[in-house]
């Protein structure tokens, strides 16, 4: 159990368009997500914490308007990269909350952003 | 400033041997612990979670809690080849769904 899902796994896309990745946790409700940004090298950084049926809490210096959070039922959240540019280039992970599990969170497998 | 501080690495150990990875934790209120594992280009998988004092085995696994030092380790024993990755500690910030993570060790287990 706890399989979380991401789609897709990776895209290529223009500098100026937007891009839409999923997360879905497959076999539990998830009321809350989060999503991760992870440079080469470097560790885990937090953009934004999802709660189902309300507005995403977005860390200190996350761009709200150019990453818009969608959570929009107990199993799926979204996250679009608005105007993307090349420093947006990335890989993007997202984790699902497993409620009755106090703390634990699962990962999705990633989702790998180039902007050229 | 909550924070995890965990040693960098690399470290390195033979196969066969006890791998010991070790975790710091600032925040006195943190109430739940956990080790994930990352290998390269893949996201975290997480291995061991621990709540309480005391040691917690799964396999070839122990994590180990002292809040008291605020202090959280990870035992790999009989390490292999296939445990070579990043583990990262997580410390769920206290009265938060938020985890903290540290910047993880790299080990490697040499054949």
């Known amino acids: 159990g706890a399989v979380v899902s991401q789609h897709p796994s990776w895209v290529i896309c223009k500098s100026g368009t937007s891009v839409k990745i999923e997360c879905r946790s497959l076999?539990?409700?998830?009321?809350?997500m989060f999503w991760y940004r992870q440079f080469p090298k470097q560790s885990l950084m937090l953009m934004a914490t999802?709660?189902?049926?309300?507005?995403?809490?977005?860390e200190q210096g996350v761009e709200k308007d150019k990453f818009l959070i969608n959570h929009a039922s107990l199993t799926l959240s979204t996250l679009t990269v608005t105007s993307a540019h090349p420093e947006d280039s990335s890989f993007y992970i997202c984790?699902?909350?497993?409620?009755?599990?106090?703390?634990?969170?699962?990962f999705g497998p990633g989702t790998r952003l180039t902007v050229t | 400033q909550k924070e995890v501080e965990q040693n960098s690495g690399p470290l390195s150990v033979p196969e066969g041997a006890i791998a010991s990875l070790n975790c710091t934790y600032s925040?006195?209120?943190?109430?739940?612990f956990f080790w994930y594992r990352q290998y390269s280009g893949k996201s975290p998988e997480l291995i061991m979670s621990?709540?309480?004092?005391g040691d917690k085995e799964d396999g070839r696994f122990t994590a180990q809690l002292n809040k008291a030092s605020q202090y959280v380790s990870l035992l790999i024993r009989d390490s292999q080849p296939s445990d070579s990755a990043t583990y990262l500690c997580a410390v769920n910030q206290g009265g938060s769904e938020k985890l903290v993570f540290g910047k993880g060790t790299k080990l490697t287990v040499n054949p």
């Open positions: 984790s699902a909350r497993r409620t009755e599990r106090a703390y634990e969170q699962y």
């Open positions: 076999d539990f409700q998830a009321t809350t």
């Open positions: 925040d006195r209120v943190s109430q739940s």
């Open positions: 621990i709540y309480s004092n």
């Open positions: 999802s709660n189902e049926g309300s507005k995403a809490t977005y």
